[in-house]
């Protein structure tokens, strides 16, 4: 079945970068845009952008560009997420989702298990 | 519009039906019939139980409908069973390439 797996839990301290990688199963890897989402501890949920895995193209939400950077590697059907310098703010856990194809608007049919990345000195 | 707008908690008893609002603005909601919600329980991955505004994918119960009237579109969840209770969020698209999600509600059922 469709599956997005996602790597493990980060702790990280202010001024570091992080990396979370996101593989997917089950399906052409290249025939769907992976998009990035993230919540911080006691908020809701906060669109960060996407990437097209044939293409290589992104489109980062206005708050994130410039501190966000994804990327795939075709061979392992696997999308990256880099955080630029961390703050205590971006404490988080962030979600790899696969939209859906043929549906108006951007939908998610299948969410990775999150990530959580924790930001603390 | 950082986020879209709605009530931060709602709740029912069992059997009951409970809306939840989802306000924007003419540049999201008003523009495109693109509202999806979203049903997360915490610790999981979120689901999709509406999108395109009113349609619901396969497995998810009728007893989850969505609508829209201008800038506000509304949830609605009949005959609550205790596994509703979760956070619910709301999206649209926003200029045709970016997402905004709603701040979310949690929906307790009594």
């Known amino acids: 079945q469709v599956k997005l797996v996602q790597s493990g839990a980060e702790v990280k301290k202010p001024g570091a970068s992080a990396k979370v990688s996101c593989t997917a199963s089950g399906y052409i890897f290249t025939d769907y845009y992976i998009h990035w989402v993230r919540q911080a501890p006691g908020h809701g949920l906060e669109y960060m952008g996407w990437i097209n895995p044939k293409s290589g193209g992104t489109n980062y939400a206005q708050k994130f560009q410039g501190w966000v950077t994804m990327t795939r590697d075709t061979s392992i059907s696997a999308v990256y997420l880099e955080l630029g310098s961390l703050k205590s703010d971006d404490t988080a856990v962030y979600y790899c989702a696969r939209e859906i194809l043929g549906v108006a608007g951007i939908t998610f049919d299948t969410w990775g298990q999150g990530t959580l990345v924790s930001v603390s000195s | 519009q950082s986020t879209l707008t709605q009530p931060p908690s709602a709740s029912g008893s069992p059997g009951q039906s409970v809306t939840i609002s989802c306000t924007g603005s003419?540049?999201?909601?008003?523009?495109?019939?693109?509202v999806s919600w979203y049903q997360h329980h915490p610790g999981k991955a979120p689901k999709l139980i509406i999108f395109e505004v009113t349609k619901r994918p396969s497995g998810v119960p009728e007893r989850f409908s969505g609508s829209k009237s201008g800038n506000t579109a509304s949830l609605t969840v009949s005959g609550l069973q205790a596994d509703d209770e979760a956070f619910y969020y709301c999206a649209s698209d926003v200029d045709s390439v970016d997402l905004i999600f709603g701040g979310g509600t949690k929906l307790t059922v009594l």
């Open positions: 003419s540049s999201d909601i008003g523009r495109y019939n693109h």
